[in-house]
C-alpha cells in the first residue's frame, strides 16, 4: 500500500496498454507477463478452498444509510444464512454493505480489490482481500470462484461487470450463472431498452434477454441462486455418472 507523493500518476493497466512514446514496451512486456502470472497464481491460491460463493457488484458511491445500502447488507446476510461466502471490489457504498452483511451474520466476506488513481482502501468488514494490478486478473476471479452475480445499483464499473458476465453466458463460456439485478426502477430504462431495442432490432434473441433477472426482493435473488446452483449440481452429477 502507498499514499501520499509516493501513489503513482499511472496505474499498471495503463502501463500496460499504452504503446505511445519509446519502445521500452518491447522489452518491458515479457517480464510484465510474469507479474500478470503471479497474480493468477496468488489469485488461485487464495480462493482455490473458499466455499460456493455469489459475487456483489454495485457502486462505490452509495452512501450508508440510504435504502440501496441497507439492501446491499440485507442481501449480504441473507446469501450468508444460505451458505454463500460474499465477494464483492471490496471497496466502500454497495460493495462495503454487502460485505457488511456477510460480515456480522458470521458469513465469509471477500474483497477482491484493484489498483485505482485515485485512493480507495479496502472496507473494514472484508476478512480476506486481495488487490489486484490488472482488471482482467481481477474479472478472472470474480467469474471462476462464484457461482452467479447479484448486481445493486452502480456506475460504469459495474455496468462493465454486468455486461461482461451476460456475455460469458450467452456464449456459454459459463453455464447455469444466474445474473440478478437488484432494483426495478434503477434498472427499469435500461431493461426497457435491451427488448424494445435490442431485441427488436434482431442484435440479441429475446431468450438473451431473459438471462437477466430484476427483482426488488432480496429472498427471491438469493432464491435464484439457490436453484441455478442445485441444477447445475444436478447436472454435473449426472454428467460424472454417464459412460
Known amino acids: 500500500m502507498v499514499r501520499g507523493d509516493l501513489v503513482s500518476d499511472s496505474t499498471y493497466d495503463q502501463r500496460l496498454l499504452d504503446r505511445r512514446g519509446p519502445a521500452d514496451w518491447l522489452h518491458m512486456d515479457p517480464w510484465r507477463v510474469m507479474r500478470i502470472q503471479a497474480e493468477f497464481v496468488e489469485g488461485f491460491g487464495q480462493l482455490a478452498e473458499l466455499p460456493q460463493a455469489v459475487t456483489v457488484f454495485g457502486s462505490a458511491r452509495t452512501p450508508a444509510g440510504t435504502p440501496e445500502y441497507e439492501m446491499g447488507i440485507e442481501l449480504g446476510k441473507r446469501l450468508s444464512e444460505a451458505g454463500y ?3 464483492t471490489g471490496g471497496g466502500p457504498g454497495c460493495m462495503e454493505a454487502a460485505n457488511r452483511g456477510a460480515a456480522e451474520s458470521g458469513g465469509v466476506s ?9 485512493e480507495q482502501s479496502m472496507n473494514e468488514y472484508v476478512d480476506l482481500g486481495i488487490e489486484f494490478r490488472y482488471f482482467f486478473v481481477r474479472k478472472t476471479m470474480f467469474v471462476k470462484y462464484s457461482c452467479g452475480f447479484i448486481t445493486l445499483p452502480g456506475g460504469f464499473g459495474t455496468l462493465d461487470e454486468l455486461f461482461e458476465a451476460l456475455t460469458l453466458v450467452q456464449t456459454g463460456k459459463v453455464t447455469s450463472f444466474p445474473v440478478v439485478l437488484m432494483g426495478t426502477e434503477f434498472w427499469g430504462d435500461l431493461i426497457g431498452w435491451i427488448r424494445n431495442t435490442l431485441v427488436r432490432t434482431g442484435k440479441i434473441s429475446a431468450r438473451d434477454a431473459d438471462l437477466i433477472h430484476v427483482t426488488d426482493d432480496v429472498d ?10 442445485r441444477t447445475r449440481g444436478g447436472r454435473v452429477r449426472d454428467e460424472r455418472r454417464s459412460p
Open 85 to 87: 461466502a460474499v465477494i
Open 110 to 118: 471477500v474483497g477482491l480489490g484493484i489498483e485505482l488513481p485515485f
Open 220 to 229: 427471491e435473488a438469493v432464491r435464484i441462486i439457490v436453484e441455478a446452483d
